[in-house]
DNA sequence: TTGACAACATACCCGGTAGTATGTACCCAT
DNA sequence: ATGGGTACATACTACCGGGTATGTTGTCAA
């Protein structure tokens, strides 16, 4: 590898650094006040900074918003959809589907709750085409990720261990309970992993149970992967 | 009943109008766009009036919020209460009670995503502390309605129908699922009762399945008072 | 008819914040 | 050493929106 390479890989990594340092002060902030609520400043605050190492890396506000969302999601989707592809009982894949999402709220709260507040608009309504633009790309990620809990719904309808009419409701009802944790769970100072543990586990038999047909106690022993 | 009475009962009146027409408007504009993306011009100017109309009845932007808010959960409370008090089988109230509660969002939408902003505090942080008090009442109301819930499950997992370990954790997933379409159902132009309808059975279906412990399938005729 | 009050509209102030323009220190290849 | 680019900080502008102060019009009681 060149000096050039080298250099420029040196280079690339720390606009990395950079962002990524804005990305995780940015959620926190968004995570807090929300959007509208959130200022640049803040932002940078929390850094120890000011707005132009922000305006450095970011374009617009927006931008910025876009980003955190996109991480969040990059962080689902990364997870969720290797599991969705696997073949085998769909009662088991979607047990592990449920006990990883839950995993991801819990651990990268921040990105998550400004998922949230992507999926409900708190912004749309005021902005330009251009910003339109990017949240439609945001929600269509968002959307994908919902395909990936009715895929396997309804594999498990047509094997019979699922029942519900409408696989739209049906994923939506799911993650709806897989989602909650996310606006009450808050980061302890001592955080036990037991307590994310019963979280992980009574909420997955929430979801679960919500759409299974029969009541044979899910298997709770059949995921350890989390 | 005296002239002057009859007066003062009239002025009492306007004001009432005078204050549902603006809570309405501003409900409207809190959906739409959030609590801070919503200016008291946008308010006054959905009624075609201007800022002083809203000042007149209003002290504040938190006011309205909060009088909005209060007015979502005085529907939700007024409803759900006297069934909750209601003696007999619990999983016949829940079911009554799921029904209620989905009715109530799909017919006072505005009001009901009001109280869900509430409920995610995107105002909290940044506000007095005079707000803050009545934010807590809020946040008391919210506590309330919820422990009508939990009430009711304890009751049916005393009597072996229903099945969780955490009351809190249940009834926070109950009303995930109940409070799910509130985030994406709209109101048409040809507004079916029937589509109304298959979304509150089908979600109080995934609602109480969610913790019971039987699969009888749910009576889904023993109510009819919705 | 008149005065008092309600129900607004108009005009204005002012603080906060997104975005920009510019400066500066530091690193690095040549 | 030097010129250029990166990674910021500083200083400033422009505007939006909450809140207020003050008009204006209609209504009703005396």
Redesign the pocket.
């Known amino acids: 590898m060149s ?2 390479a080298d ?1 420029a890989m040196r ?1 690339l990594d ?2 990395d650094v ?1 962002k990524a340092l804005i990305l995780e002060a940015a959620a926190e902030c968004f995570m807090e006040a929300g959007f509208n609520a ?4 803040d932002v ?1 605050a929390r850094l120890g ?5 922000v ?2 890396y970011y ?4 931008d910025l918003f876009f980003d955190v969302h996109r991480t969040g999601m990059q962080i689902n989707l990364g997870t969720i959809g290797p599991i969705a592809g696997q073949h085998g009982d769909p009662v088991a894949k979607l047990n592990r589907m449920c006990r990883s999402h839950l995993y991801n709220m819990l651990h990268s709260l921040s990105f998550q709750r400004v998922v949230m507040q992507g999926v409900e608009m708190h912004m749309a309504g005021r902005t330009t085409p251009k910003e339109r633009e990017k949240l439609a790309l945001l929600m269509d990620e968002r959307e994908q990720y919902e395909l990936f809990f009715q895929k396997t719904l309804v594999e498990g309808r047509q094997s019979g261990v699922f029942r519900f009419e409408n696989p739209s409701f049906a994923s939506k009802a799911v993650l709806a309970i897989l989602n909650n944790p996310v606006i009450w769970y808050q980061k302890r100072k001592g955080e036990s992993d037991a307590g994310r543990l019963a979280i992980i586990d009574q909420f997955t038999r929430f979801a679960m149970q919500c759409v299974c047909s029969s009541t044979d106690p899910i298997n709770e022993t059949g995921v350890s992967d989390v």
């Open positions: 000096a050039l250099s280079q720390d606009i950079g959130t200022s640049i400043d940078a900074a000011t707005k132009g190492r305006y450095h374009r617009s506000k927006a």
